[in-house]
């Protein structure tokens, strides 16, 4: 096995004849990805599907890697087989969390409860509507409480006022609201 040595760079001869070259000097980076770029970036778009910005993604995440860990290489001048093999563990990689995603999606989707699918916008509207027309107080409480999902000691804080207030003002706004909305068979 060749011997390794680390680069001797003098800035005006360059690297020792012979010496493996394991640090980056001005202008390699910018050569490796002139060099190496082209082919990685056909393997990540044929490992992709065809996706040319997922291949771009793939390539350059695997690029940075392996130029981070450039000193570190068993045969730097193999650049080009470590880019390669850095390009499908990424792909992989991305494949294997990609596939747990769906799967935790599909347990919890079966989970969650099914809504129409269409929204009630009348509804909405007739919400707003009447939550426009209460006291500016009222509305501030049930907001805060209910749409920003504050606690109640919290609310009472956001609008300067005591805990028995802020229960005070959620409650008349809250039976203001279910006398103005007329509520539906299935409510």
């Not at 760079?9 to 360059?14: A, E, L, S």
């Not at 080009?80 to 747990?100: E, K, P």
Request: charged share 30%; aromatic share 4%; proline share 5%.
């Amino acid at each position: 096995m060749p011997e390794m040595t680390e680069t001797h760079t003098d800035t005006r001869r360059g690297p020792e004849p012979g010496a493996r070259e394991t640090e980056l000097r001005p202008g390699r980076l910018a050569e490796l990805y002139e060099r190496h770029a082209g082919a990685g970036l056909r393997l990540a778009f044929l490992l992709t599907g065809g996706d040319r910005a997922q291949a771009e993604d793939l390539l350059q995440e695997a690029f940075v890697r392996c130029v981070g860990r450039l000193r570190h290489l068993r045969v730097p001048d193999a650049f080009d087989a470590y880019l390669r093999r850095a390009i499908v563990n990424l792909h992989t990689s991305g494949l294997r969390r990609t596939r747990l995603e769906r799967a935790y999606a599909a347990r919890e989707g079966a989970a969650l409860p099914r809504v129409s699918s269409m929204p009630d916008v009348a509804g909405r509207q007739d919400l707003w509507r009447t939550l426009s027309r209460l006291p500016a107080r009222q509305r501030a409480a049930l907001v805060l409480r209910y749409y920003e999902d504050l606690s109640e000691r919290d609310t009472a804080e956001v609008l300067g006022c005591s805990l028995p207030a802020v229960k005070s003002l959620i409650a008349r706004g809250t039976e203001a609201l279910r006398a103005e909305i007329p509520r539906g068979e299935d409510a």
